[in-house]
């Protein structure tokens, strides 16, 4: 029986809960696949922080190294400080692992409201392609002067020609691949100086290997208002480390809840593990309460099992999670205006992954 190891990282707050029920839907698809899925557990977490001084053991990235790959729930919680515990944990891994494209689809799924409109376009269907390993996210720079009218902080953003090229070399096959090649470059080449102007010089170079695939440029100012007016005009959208950030979670707010966005950080030459992860992150406000929306988490995992090759069974989560949210009096959470549990909302994907049967 094939059989692949995965590395679970819960992680902090809402990132434990709705981890519980994209194990059990994975559990159920692959017995209904007939593949096995060997779940190694790591607790790391502000908890492992507070006793241990550590986000996570000092071979924590070795210890992560063999696996098929890794799904993260959420990473912070109030106590630490949240640079500390993200470049504790979730980039140093996204980094080490060389996990370069930030995949992350915006779709706008049966049963959802989006918020702005009423009737709002049921086209939304796009793809983020973030830069996942430099840019914007750096702890280059200090700060000086500190408590003095001359104090200041800099923050210094580096883009490679490596990096850069190879996110938009990767954005431009995958919307070749996607058979709507329409590719949009988040920009703000008239404000930033250096390194806007240099992402267009890139995108503009490497267009020229890609004449079948139709481009544009957007300054990422006007780019978030098209977002929220017209988000139907979008297939594939690629952008840098921060912009991809902020796309990602706005384009989900336009469907309604950020509760759905999943993610997939990969390694596209599969050298290293690549992870897995909702979106959103620990959500403290709810945080034990049993209400989180578990589908970013669940949709995170289907990404899982089509990146281990694994695409009927990963559709197949797809299909359970849309059949829910398109059936009448379905147990939503409260972020999609219903009052159901995280576990009764994953326990209807589960049932509604068995009752369609597998091969
Ligand atoms: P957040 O995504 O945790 O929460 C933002 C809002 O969305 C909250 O009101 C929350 O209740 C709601 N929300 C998020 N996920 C939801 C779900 N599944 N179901 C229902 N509602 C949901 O963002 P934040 O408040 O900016 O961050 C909280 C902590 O999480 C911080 O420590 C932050 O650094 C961290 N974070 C981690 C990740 C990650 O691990 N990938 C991502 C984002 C934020
Ligand atoms: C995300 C998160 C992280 C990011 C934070 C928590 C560092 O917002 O995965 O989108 O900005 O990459
Ligand atoms: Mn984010």
Redesign the pocket.
């Known amino acids: 029986m094939r059989s692949y190891e995965i590395a679970v990282v819960p992680?902090d707050?809402?990132?434990t809960e709705?981890m519980t029920e994209a194990l059990r839907v994975l559990d159920r698809v692959s017995s209904e696949f007939g593949f096995g899925l060997k779940f190694r557990h790591f607790d790391w977490s502000c908890e492992t922080y507070r006793k241990t001084g550590r986000m996570m053991p000092e071979d924590g990235i070795d210890r992560l190294r063999d696996h098929d790959s890794i799904l993260?729930g959420?990473?912070?919680?109030p106590g630490v400080p949240?640079h500390i515990?993200?470049w504790g944990l979730?980039i140093p891994i996204r980094r080490e692992f060389d996990q370069y494209v930030s995949l992350r689809p915006v779709r706008l799924l049966p049963g959802l409201t989006p918020p702005l409109r009423d009737g709002a376009s049921a086209d939304v269907d796009f793809w983020v392609v973030r830069e996942n390993t430099e840019g914007e996210y750096s702890q280059v720079g200090g700060r000086q002067g500190t408590g003095t009218d001359q104090e200041m902080v800099v923050q210094v953003a580096t883009f490679t020609r490596r990096a850069t090229d190879r996110i938009l070399r990767y954005a431009f096959d995958f919307s070749r691949g996607l058979g709507r090649p329409n590719l949009t470059l988040a920009t703000k080449s008239n404000g930033i100086y250096h390194s806007m102007p240099y992402w267009d010089e890139r995108f503009a170079e490497i267009s020229a290997e890609y004449p079948d695939v139709a481009t544009s440029q957007e300054h990422i100012d006007i780019l978030c208002a098209k977002f929220v007016l017209q988000p139907e005009r979008f297939d594939v959208v690629v952008g840098s480390n921060l912009f991809g950030d902020i796309l990602s979670d706005l384009g989900p707010g336009v469907t309604g809840?950020?509760?759905v966005a999943p993610s997939a950080n990969i390694n596209p030459e599969r050298v290293h593990p690549s992870m897995f992860?909702?979106?959103?992150?620990?959500?403290?406000?709810?945080a034990g309460q049993g209400i989180?929306?578990?589908i970013?988490q669940i949709w995170s995992a289907a990404m899982l099992l089509d990146h281990l090759g694994e695409e009927e069974a990963g559709a197949h989560v797809m299909r359970a999670i849309e059949t829910v949210l398109g059936s009448a009096g379905a147990p939503l959470?409260p972020?999609l205006g219903g009052r159901a549990a995280t576990g009764e909302l994953g326990s209807a994907i589960v049932n509604a992954i068995g009752e369609r049967g597998g091969r």
Not at 74 to 77: N, Y
């Open positions: 992680g707050g809402i990132g709705v993260l959420a990473v912070g919680f949240d515990s993200l979730l809840t950020i509760g992860e909702p979106v959103h992150g620990s959500a403290p406000d709810i989180a929306n578990p970013g959470t972020d």
